[in-house]
């Protein structure tokens, strides 16, 4: 159980275009989901929270406009990178949590999607 | 402030243990957790930790915690190649769900 999914796993697109990025929680309901940036060799570095209904609170430095989150529904978030630039390539890794944990405040993880700006 | 720190690096034989090691500065946290990462892959909970405990068991894991010093470990016994992965460790903040991860170790078991 606590499986979450990410889609794609990988994208390539242009510089100025729009992504949008998927992550699904499949068989439980994630009342808080999280975006994650990872650079390579690096930390996970905490982008924004996401509780079902309301909006995303950014961490500090994240612009809102640039990457967008939504959480429309218990089982899925979405992060869309808007106007890409080669700086925004990155790995980009989502988490859900629910009251299904057996961990305290567990977050389950997704497999993480690869952007590549070019 | 909210600080997490590893060692970048340990590297073992297979057979012998792993110890990898972790501070952090926050003494309001309330559980403390060990992540395992595979390359290209999200992240997978080994084990975790509350606060007020000083060890925790879990087949071939061991977590020390040294409250005082804000010190937390993870030996991994009998490493094996499949050990191979970057471990995070990572911090709750009191009835929060926000997480606080360490820069990442990264295991390489040698044959």
């Known amino acids: 159980g606590a499986v979450v999914s990410q889609h794609p796993s990988w994208v390539i697109c242009k510089s100025g275009t729009s992504v949008k990025i998927e992550c699904r929680s499949l068989?439980?309901?994630?009342?808080?989901m999280f975006w994650y940036r990872q650079f390579p060799k690096q930390s996970l570095m905490l982008m924004a929270t996401?509780?079902?209904?309301?909006?995303?609170?950014?961490e500090q430095g994240v612009e809102k406009d640039k990457f967008l989150i939504n959480h429309a529904s218990l089982t899925l978030s979405t992060l869309t990178v808007t106007s890409a630039h080669p700086e925004d390539s990155s790995f980009y890794i989502c988490?859900?949590?629910?009251?299904?944990?057996?961990?305290?405040?567990?977050?389950?993880f997704g497999p993480g999607t690869r952007l590549t700006v070019t | 402030g909210e600080d997490v720190e590893q060692s970048l690096f340990l590297s073992v034989r297979e057979g012998d243990s792993s110890v990898i090691n972790c501070t952090y500065t926050?003494?309001?946290?309330?559980?403390l957790y060990w992540y395992k990462q595979e390359p290209g892959a999200g992240l997978q909970l080994l084990t975790y930790?509350?606060?007020?405990?000083d060890m925790k068991q879990d087949q071939r894991l061991t977590v020390l915690l040294n409250k005082k010093d804000k010190h937390l470990s993870l030996r991994i016994a009998d490493t094996q190649t499949g050990d191979s992965a970057i471990y995070f460790c990572?911090?709750?903040?009191?009835?929060?769900?926000?997480?606080?991860f360490g820069s990442g170790t990264r295991l390489l078991v040698r044959p």
């Open positions: 988490s859900a949590s629910g009251w299904q944990r057996e961990a305290p405040y567990e977050q389950y």
């Open positions: 996401s509780n079902e209904g309301s909006k995303a609170t950014y």
């Open positions: 990572a911090e709750s903040m009191r009835s929060s769900y926000k997480l606080i």
């Open positions: 930790i509350f606060s007020n405990m």
């Open positions: 068989d439980f309901q994630a009342t808080t």
């Open positions: 926050d003494s309001s946290s309330t559980y």
